[in-house]
């Protein structure tokens, strides 16, 4: 192009983009930009846990529950307490069959904690060493072999009101069933004492095995100068959520009192009909 007067006219420049350090800045202030937005709370992390399922009728609050075993001496051993916890469990009052299940943990099982020994009244302590000792013996292959057999289990066939009549006791439900333990299975009967507590019953009730019967070893050593009994006396404080029931069964849940001193604390007690630990 020319001008009026012939001489040439500069061509216009054409801008370029710009050079890379004012690219750099325009992102990182796009960057801060993006920052400063507000966030919606509810897309960070994990959604709220959902609230914990209520128990239904039946199922045993297995956090509250606890199994004790008194093990008796032998020669010049000592009688042992032991306390362990269910798994997982459910009874159905007043079934006439598939009364529900008992899941024992045998790994749960301990010897001689301060607790166990006061629920079966047995006097003194015993030092942590020596608890650990009974506690080791008492898992090992010879007698519970809880690392083949980490469960015990009580088959529940029926839960049915008893029929027998001691006058003034409390009636009872007689569960009917098989209880396998290092993997033998026994038919048994465990009277049980019901007391109510709202939404929540509990189950007092006990039971004799040998260990022989299931294929287990009494502890012994010395050649037998020092040792346990064959017989185990089980006890049972099983919390159950409430079932409806129908019939007689219906008033068999009555609040009792706690049994006299010298038996068991108040929120582990056996009572003295079903409960000591001979």
Not at 60 to 87: C, N, P, W
Not at 99 to 121: E, H, I, N, Y
Not at 265 to 277: V, Y
């Amino acid at each position: 192009m020319t001008t009026p007067s012939g001489a040439a006219r500069p061509t216009p420049r054409t801008r370029g983009p710009g050079p890379p350090r004012r690219q750099a800045r325009s992102l990182l202030t796009l960057a801060l930009l993006a920052l400063a937005l507000p966030v919606d709370a509810g897309a960070q992390g994990p959604p709220p846990a959902a609230p914990a399922t209520p128990p239904a009728p039946g199922d045993v609050d297995t956090e509250r529950s606890r199994v004790y075993i008194f093990v008796g001496k032998t020669g010049f051993g000592h009688d042992h307490a032991i306390v362990g916890r269910l798994a997982s469990g459910r009874v159905v009052l007043d079934a006439a069959q598939n009364a529900g299940q008992l899941v024992f943990d045998m790994p749960s099982f301990r010897a001689d904690t301060p607790d166990a020994r006061k629920a079966l009244g047995l006097a003194g302590e015993t030092d942590a060493s020596t608890r650990k000792q009974t506690t080791d013996n008492m898992l090992a292959a010879d007698v519970l072999d809880v690392a083949h057999h980490p469960t015990a289990t009580f088959d529940i066939e029926s839960a049915l009101r008893s029929r027998r009549r001691v006058e003034g006791a409390k009636p009872t439900v007689d569960l009917v069933g098989t209880f396998t333990l290092h993997g033998v299975a026994r038919k048994v009967v465990i009277p049980v004492e019901i007391e109510s507590g709202g939404p929540i019953l509990r189950f007092l009730g006990s039971f004799r095995i040998k260990q022989t019967d299931f294929g287990m070893k009494p502890y012994k050593k010395l050649g037998g100068f020092v040792g346990v009994a064959d017989e185990l006396v089980i006890h049972g404080d099983i919390r159950v959520a409430a079932t409806p029931v129908a019939g007689p069964a219906a008033n068999l849940t009555t609040p009792t009192a706690q049994p006299p001193a010298g038996s068991l604390p108040a929120e582990q007690a056996i009572p003295a009909t079903i409960g000591g630990p001979r």
